[in-house]
Structures are given as structure tokens and as C-alpha cells.
């Protein structure tokens, strides 16, 4: 498509109208590493501009993408079918942190961990941490409705954001919900925009709730011999009417990966198949008592070791094996499929089951590990992009991956959203009435289809060149 | 209209096709006490039945109006337009209580109060408490998005439904999200259900989201002076990184109407004008250290009076004050107009200022009390409907009230929903392109307009005869 920027100019000046072919590339593609070349690159100072700007594709029907950090593990912010993207990276600045209200405002390219620097800064805390989050910006986060370890105790993104000022793709300025925290006035707006990937308007200003930050935490690690057990130990703890911030689940072949990274063998006793790190937070007496509890619902479920941080040090050293995952788990293979799967916390064992299945029956090298609190669990599918017949044998077990998390009563997503990367799996969660419906939605608020076409929605996806 | 039930009859039963002037009155009424007749009343068995009865109204344009419990305060199961209304009563079952996956499904109709104690007995929580738990249902809750005191630290209805099972208009029947916390294929169509107060679709099923019950509570009651000093006692113990379950703000009107029912000079210190009820729950030994916090935060404020109960007679004991309310004010005057107006928390000084004014200006008896914390109060406007220019002064008054919490960053409704009641006013809240937007996608759930007519859009209503 050629665009002819000399309109988009008039909007946003020429200095935020890019055209040059490595901007194009750039500004095309996200974490999921298979982009398409935008037309031309807008970068709008603020709501008007963004609204003149969405007016201008919707009267041309040009596509219009619109983008936040770029982390997006879906494909959500990438151009496949050319037009404009639209970059908010202009519009990055915290509007408000209201210490009194418990609420912050802010334009939507602030970086989250910016954010959360900031109202830590003042006693209060936004606790939703998604892995990207000194990257992935605040406008992104709501787009795909961002969770993270925490989710556990304090749920995603969905369950702060109070408020928003959204650009329609026909150019009108909306505002959605508001300053407080119960509001039941008209149908909310706010949380369907919430998650809708940023096909649905452009998100400008976001109003975010926020909580008093919890003074202390405590962080255990625990290892067990099957996931079972280490599933068993997280029913246990619930049972003890303990809710952690964070139960993150490590299995086996994911130890081995950081183990050879680091060349260190004690990161998890021999035998290990699952090791669980718990933190739990709040006032200082609270968090003692939780953390002997999730002690005793460790060891009754079958620990075969029990450690607890005695010190901001230790605390550090216990979440190593965490962090040090992502970079060791490229020493594997140099591209990983990232889902992002969910099902019922009971049935844990029975997606590790299906994932062991899909090791053996495809030959493939799966490390996988989750937020095991939400029944949410990161299964990395390790593939050398070269080797085509292993991609394929890759998109094979995804599939079945998805069917199977399907027929435990889970979803296909619980954190990337659909994008384009699974919008052809669309139909496993949803049926064609739901997804008739969700069109009708989509077309009420966007009658030309111009808003991130190609996403989401299986019949309308073609898959762009990386 | 009229309406031959014969079709009707054929799909239910004759049993349960009512169209008897009673009947017809009985579910043509709800709490808001301004009702209008149905046509005919029907009890569908189940999930098919009720998608078929949709069908029929659809295909005959016969407004269709969803009814649960009943209870609600802005006539959102009223047939403002005659039509049939459809009693969910037979649906109402506890489904499922899933101890391992934290989640219940249920009917519409299970009484929320029921379910409670159904979850209590297996030692989990299902928090949200609208003062109608006794009565209102699940379904209801949903369609409203019910509120509460816990919803300060718990959150609303919004925050625990999972998933749904619901009859479009055309018929269609739709499953919305799922059985897992975190969901994030396609758009939100539970949540955008949420709140829809019966006009987008019909809700058959509900799956919601439990959590541990929380072992021990304390209760705490502090008076004061002024509202002003009740406030800043709740800003410092967030400040003290407290969230308490709840903060209950009774004024001083409420006070004196509550000791001249019971006949007890007790309940308030002189000068009172706000007294409030604090409890906090959770492991044993944090709720000690969090009632220590709240009792500093009080005194630090100024209550003239602190009070903390030290067994559970002593915590009902506190309580009945809040108990009594309701009662108390029908001595006051026959009617009460309700509202659930909401402000940011910091903002409640100046709504109570603005209540004050109500009061002398209009020369109205106005008891107010509400959820502090979440800064959503109930303004009650006492009336004798005998005397028509008291109901015209609260009418005006209930006007300015509105204007002014919109002043204030606030929402005209954080509870009950808009309704009829409240749909004049609408537009306060929401600009002209939201509401036209909200019309949109209500037509792409209803495109004939047979669900539940006449209700939150302003150019809709007509107002029905009591």
C-alpha cells in the first residue's frame, strides 16, 4: 500500500511522520519476531492529533495499527496488512498520583515499571508485573489485559484499571468509567476495552487504581518430586486460608537449563520435577504466620526441600532460578513458542502430563513454567527456526497443546491474548455464536474495519512474513 | 398488548404461564415500588426453555424482561413496556462447589446469602454482600454488578464472576470466559455482561471465583465530630497500610433516627456526626496488629469515642447500629428515594457538605450512610408520597445531588444501576458519543429491541404508573 503521508504531516508534524525503510521494519514487529512492514510510522503528541489521525485512516480506510512498547507475544501490534502504525511513545508521561484517592492517571506509554517505581515511592503500590515490564508500557498492558506472579493474590491488570479516555477508530474522544472504584453507570466500557488488543479504540489515558504496598514479604522455595505434589502443596496452603502474592512453578527441564547456564548444580536437590517459589506479603506479624503455614503445606505435601530467605540477600538469590530463566532457556534452541496456557489450578498435573506426551511424541524440548496459583503456566516449545521440519513438529504439538488445555476446561491464553500468532485456535474456546457476536461488537465500534484488521478473529488473519 | 400465551404454554408448560391480574402485578414490581403490569409471566425449567421463549419474543418483537430476585432499587425488572416477564425462580441450584479450583456454578436464582453459607461450610469466602442477601440473587448480583460493605477490600460482583452461561435475545446460547481466573481469548464478553442490567442478554448460568475464608475478624466502631475527621481516619489507616473488609460511615441524621427507634441514647456520643464501623479479617495474628493500626488511625484523626469489640456479641452488638438503619428510616417517612451515589474517597467531606445543603435548601430529612472506603454513600431523600410537593422538592434535590457528585469526579450510581430511575440522568455521566456507542452495542446483542425496553438510555424511558 502506498500511503502518501503529506495528510498525516499536517496532523503530527513531519518530524513525527517516519517513512524511512528501517522505521517501517522497526515500528513492525513485536516479541513474537514475525513482523510486517508498516506503510508509514505516526507519532501523534497527543489525544487530538491521535483522534485527527484515526479520523484521517477512517475516511481513506487505511489500516491503523496502534502500538505501545512493542513486547507483545501475539503479534498484537504488528501491521499485517500495511497502513499506518501508530507509536504512543510521545505520550508517556504519569498525569497524577493522587496519594489520598489511591489513584494514578496516567498517558499510556509510561513504562510499568516506571509507574510502579513512582507510587512505590509515595507507600502505595500497582502490583500488576508482567515479566516485560521495564518495557512494556502501561496502554499496553491494559490492550492485552497484562498479568504476571502476583496475579495470584492481587489479579491482572482487568482488576486496576478504573478508568479510561479512548480514541473510537471513527475519531471520537470517549471517556469510560472514572475516579472511582464502584461505578455502574451504562455498560462498561472500560473493561471490554480492557484485553481487546487494541482493536476495539486507542486507549490515551489510563486511570489506575491503586493499593497501600505491603510493608513486608517473605519468600520460600520448595522442591518436590512431581508436579503433582508440588500442586498438592498449593491446595494445602488454600486450605490453610493463606492466599501467597506469587506460587511460581519451575519444572524439571527448565532447573536443568538455568543449572547449565550457571553451572550450578545446587539449584535444585536430584529427583527434583517441580520447584515452587512462594512469597507472601503484608504487616510484619501477618507474613510471619503465613509463611509457617505455607512452610507446614509444603512439607505435608511431600517437600523434599524446604528453604525460607532470612534476608533481602537470600530473598534475592531464592528468585535467581526465576530470572535467570528466560536468557538460559535461549541456550536450548534460538526461538521459543511462548504460550501463555491456562486451566483449573487442580488440574496442573494433567497439563505437565500432556506436556511430557508432547516431549516425547514430537521430539520436541518443552521447559515449561507458570504462575501455578492461577493454573497459568508458560509452555516454551524450544525450536531452531532453521530446522523446518522441527517448526513443524512445533506447530503440530501446539496444536494438540490447545486442545488438550481445551478439554481440561482451560483457555489458550491467560496472559499474550489472540493477536494474529493464535487467532486460528480462536474457535477451540469460543463458538461461532460468541465469535458472531464479538464481530458485531468489533463493527459497532469500528464500522470500516480499519483498527488492527487481521487480528483475533480466525477468518480474517493472513500470516505475514518474519 | 395482549399477548395469547398459547406459544408460550407450549414451551413451558401451562403450569407455568401465569397470567392472572395478581401475578401480573406481583413480577411487575421490584424495590424501587414503581411498577407496571406485565402481559403474561413465564417460569422457564431451564437454559433451553429460556432460549426458546427469547426466540418467540424475538421473532414476535414482544418486549422480554429478565427478573431474579426482584430487589432491585431502579426498576430493572419493571415491564415498563408490558410484554413477558421472564421469573428465573426455577433455576435456582447450586451447581457445583469446587474446593480444589476455588469456584462455584450456579443458577441465577441461588439466593446470594445461601450460597454464602453453602461456601462457609467448606471453609471458603464468596464476598460480595448487598444489604439484599437474604433475598437478591446471584443472577441479579450479576446483572446489576452488586456491591457492598466488603467491597472495599473484596471488591464488587464484577471481581468474582468467572464466567457465563447466557440466552442472547435471537436465542443463541453463549458461553462467556470459563473456569480460570485468567482469560484473555476474544473480548470480554463477561464482564461487558456484568452490569448490563438484563438488556443485552439472559443470564442461565454463573460460574464465580471463591477464595479462602478469611478465619478471625475484629470490629472497631470510632465517632466523630465532624465527617471531615471520619475521613482522614480512613486516609491514614491506607496510610498505615491497612485495607480494612469494610469502613461504614453512619451520619449523625442516621444516628438519631436509629436511637429514637430503639430508644437508646448509646448509640452515638453527643456530637456525633459520623460514626464508624471498621472491621478488618484475616490469619489471627495479622487482624491483631490491624485493629491496633485502625485504633491508632482513629484516635490519631480525632474520634472522640473508640470501641472495639472483644468477643462476637459485642462485634453484632456494634453492628446493630448498621442493622437497624434500614428499619429506623421508614419511621422517618414512608418512602425513601435511595441513591448510591459514589465520589472519591477523599471527596466524601464535600459530598456530605453538598447533602447539607440538600437539606436546607429543599427542607428534606436526608440520612445518609455508605462504604466510606470506596466513597459510595447512600443519600436517602425521605418523602411522604402523600404530599406532592415534598416528592417534587426531592426531585429537584435529587437532581442537584447528581449534578454535583458528577462536580466532584463522581458517578451517580455505584450500586444499584440506572435502570428507569435513574436513566434521565444519564447523561451527566457520559458523554453523547459513549451513550451512542453503548446504543450500538446493544443493538449488536438485541437487534430488534426486545430485552428489557425502556430501560438506561433516557430517550427510551417512559416512566410507568406506580
Not at 489520598?100 to 510499568?112: E, F, G, R, Y
Not at 502501561?138 to 478504573?162: D, H, I, S, W
Not at 475516579?179 to 473493561?191: A, C, I, P, S
Not at 547449565?260 to 545446587?266: A, D, E, I, K, Q
Amino acid at each position: 500500500m502506498e500511503i502518501r503521508p503529506v495528510p498525516l504531516i499536517a496532523i503530527v508534524g513531519a518530524d513525527f511522520v517516519l517513512t524511512d525503510e528501517e522505521s517501517r521494519r522497526k515500528y513492525g514487529t513485536d516479541a513474537l519476531k514475525r513482523g510486517h512492514q508498516a506503510d508509514v510510522v505516526v507519532l501523534p503528541a497527543d489525544t487530538a492529533q491521535v483522534a485527527a489521525v484515526a479520523r484521517w485512516c477512517d475516511e481513506t480506510r487505511t489500516p491503523l495499527v496502534p502500538r505501545g512498547g512493542g513486547t507483545g507475544y501475539t503479534g498484537g501490534s504488528v501491521p499485517v496488512r500495511g497502513g499506518v502504525v501508530m507509536s504512543l511513545e510521545r505520550l508517556n508521561r504519569i498525569l497524577e498520583i493522587d496519594e489520598a484517592n489511591l489513584i494514578a492517571i496516567v498517558q499510556p506509554n509510561v513504562i510499568t515499571g516506571v509507574l510502579q517505581d513512582a507510587v512505590e515511592a509515595v507507600g502505595l503500590f500497582y502490583p500488576p508485573d508482567p515479566a516485560s515490564l521495564r518495557q512494556s508500557v502501561v496502554g499496553g498492558n491494559v490492550a492485552e489485559c497484562a498479568g504476571g506472579p502476583r496475579a495470584f493474590k492481587y489479579g491482572v491488570t482487568k482488576q486496576y484499571v478504573l478508568g479510561l479516555e479512548a480514541v473510537l477508530p471513527t475519531g471520537e474522544i470517549i471517556r469510560t468509567g472514572g475516579k472511582v472504584v464502584k461505578n455502574v453507570v451504562g455498560y462498561d466500557l472500560t473493561h471490554l476495552l480492557v484485553g481487546s488488543e487494541g482493536t476495539l479504540a486507542i486507549i490515551t489515558e489510563v486511570t489506575l487504581r491503586l493499593i497501600p504496598k505491603p510493608p513486608v514479604q517473605a519468600t520460600l522455595r520448595a522442591t518436590f518430586p512431581t508436579v503433582t505434589h508440588a500442586v498438592d502443596a498449593v491446595i494445602r496452603l488454600l486450605r490453610a486460608r493463606v492466599i501467597p502474592a506469587t506460587v511460581e512453578l519451575i519444572d524439571g527441564e527448565c532447573l536443568e537449563s538455568v543449572a547449565r547456564y550457571l553451572n550450578v548444580r545446587s539449584l535444585a536437590p536430584p529427583g527434583t520435577a517441580a520447584l515452587v517459589l512462594v512469597e507472601v506479603d503484608g504487616l510484619s506479624e501477618q507474613v510471619g504466620a503465613e509463611a509457617d503455614r505455607v512452610a507446614e503445606a509444603c512439607r505435608a505435601a511431600g517437600a523434599t526441600e524446604l528453604l525460607r530467605a532470612r534476608d533481602e540477600a537470600e530473598r534475592q538469590e531464592l528468585w535467581r532460578v526465576r530470572r535467570e530463566l528466560s536468557l538460559s532457556l535461549k541456550t536450548i534452541a534460538p526461538l521459543k513458542f511462548n504460550h501463555d496456557v491456562v486451566v483449573p489450578k487442580a488440574r496442573v498435573p494433567q497439563l505437565f502430563a500432556l506436556i511430557d506426551d508432547l516431549r516425547r511424541r514430537f521430539q520436541l524440548r518443552i521447559p515449561s513454567f507458570g504462575h501455578a496459583g492461577d493454573g497459568n503456566i508458560h509452555v516454551n516449545i524450544m525450536v531452531d527456526p532453521a530446522d523446518a521440519a522441527e517448526v513443524q513438529r512445533a506447530h503440530d504439538a501446539e496444536r494438540v497443546l490447545f486442545e488438550g488445555v481445551t478439554a481440561l476446561e482451560g483457555a489458550i491464553s491467560g496472559e499474550h491474548g489472540i493477536g494474529f500468532a493464535k487467532a486460528a485456535y480462536l474457535g477451540l474456546n469460543l463458538s461461532p455464536d460468541a465469535i458472531a457476536l464479538m464481530k458485531r461488537i468489533k463493527a459497532s465500534f469500528d464500522p470500516h474495519g480499519i483498527l488492527n484488521p487481521g487480528k483475533m478473529f480466525p477468518d480474517e488473519v493472513t500470516f505475514p512474513e518474519s
